[in-house]
């Protein structure tokens, strides 16, 4: 027998040294597995490895919706002015635009050739909205001003003034025409001159006012104002 004692171990002799070496390593062994399994639980508890402590719901298909508006644009060519209802909260628009006499302030007068007894002036109408709906003509009554002050024709009420309207698609397809014999009538008309417009379709329409060769002498001078108004709807 040697000088160190021995011992059996699961039937194998091993000397008394060597069993505490044994003891040792089993026992850093055990301590390495706890320690990761530790460490698994921590992180999953701190979401490394799973998110415990918070809870997220993504709602990704959420989208805010505006209901479609009706929007017109008009565009004088001889001003070179373009008015737009859209960019205004009341889808309104006061364009500054004379459809009867032009940014040249023209004078109708049947004797002279260089201006002419009628003058037209062209403007063009466009759907800007994200709909398509309906485009109405409309006039304000006619104001008078000007003139002699013994006259006794008005201009807003003589058959020797009057005013048409024509609108033409973009293939130069007729759309629409009105013709009145007064300004007055343009305004007393019943019921309102429509057409469709399209979304994003533009028409072209002509406002012409004559001066009749049979026009009394006593509306020179005067001056007829009166608003005509395109309206987009339904």
């Given at each position: 027998?040697?000088?160190?004692?021995?011992?059996?171990?699961?039937?194998?002799?091993?000397?008394?040294?060597?069993?505490?070496?044994?003891?040792?390593?089993?026992?850093?062994?055990?301590?390495?597995?706890?320690?990761?399994?530790?460490?698994?639980?921590?992180?999953?508890?701190?979401?490394?490895?799973?998110?415990?402590?918070?809870?997220?719901?993504?709602?990704?298909?959420?989208?805010?919706?505006?209901?479609?508006?009706?929007?017109?644009?008009?565009?004088?060519?001889?001003?070179?002015?373009?008015?737009?209802?859209?960019?205004?909260?009341?889808?309104?628009?006061?364009?500054?635009?004379?459809?009867?006499?032009?940014?040249?302030?023209?004078?109708?007068?049947?004797?002279?050739?260089?201006?002419?007894?009628?003058?037209?002036?062209?403007?063009?109408?466009?759907n800007v909205g994200s709909t398509?709906?309906?485009?109405?003509?409309?006039?304000?009554?006619?104001?008078?001003?000007?003139?002699?002050?013994?006259?006794?024709?008005?201009?807003?009420?003589?058959?020797?003034?009057?005013?048409?309207?024509?609108?033409?698609?973009?293939?130069?397809?007729?759309?629409?025409?009105?013709?009145?014999?007064?300004?007055?009538?343009?305004?007393?008309?019943?019921?309102?001159?429509?057409?469709?417009?399209?979304?994003?379709?533009?028409?072209?329409?002509?406002?012409?006012?004559?001066?009749?060769?049979?026009?009394?002498?006593?509306?020179?001078?005067?001056?007829?104002t009166q608003t005509v108004t395109?309206?987009?709807?339904?």
């Open positions: 027998m040697g000088s160190e004692d021995s011992m059996t171990t699961g039937g194998v002799a091993t000397s008394a040294a060597e069993a505490p070496r044994r003891e040792r390593r089993k026992g850093g062994w055990l301590w390495g597995a706890g320690a990761a399994g530790a460490g698994l639980l921590v992180l999953g508890v701190n979401g490394t490895l799973a998110t415990w402590s918070t809870a997220i719901i993504n709602n990704d298909q959420s989208e805010a919706r505006v209901t479609d508006s009706y929007a017109l644009q008009e565009y004088h060519a001889s001003s070179g002015t373009t008015c737009t209802s859209a960019s205004s909260s009341t889808n309104e628009a006061s364009c500054a635009v004379d459809l009867y006499s032009g940014a040249a302030s023209y004078e109708l007068d049947p004797g002279d050739p260089a201006v002419g007894d009628s003058h037209t002036e062209r403007i063009e109408l466009t398509a709906g309906t485009l109405y003509i409309d006039a304000d009554a006619c104001a008078q001003s000007g003139g002699a002050s013994a006259a006794v024709s008005d201009i807003c009420d003589n058959a020797g003034l009057s005013v048409d309207v024509t609108c033409e698609d973009s293939g130069t397809s007729s759309v629409y025409t009105g013709s009145w014999a007064t300004l007055k009538a343009f305004a007393d008309e019943a019921t309102d001159q429509t057409f469709a417009l399209g979304l994003d379709e533009t028409v072209t329409c002509d406002v012409t006012v004559t001066l009749a060769a049979t026009a009394p002498a006593d509306l020179g001078g005067q001056v007829g395109f309206t987009l709807k339904a």
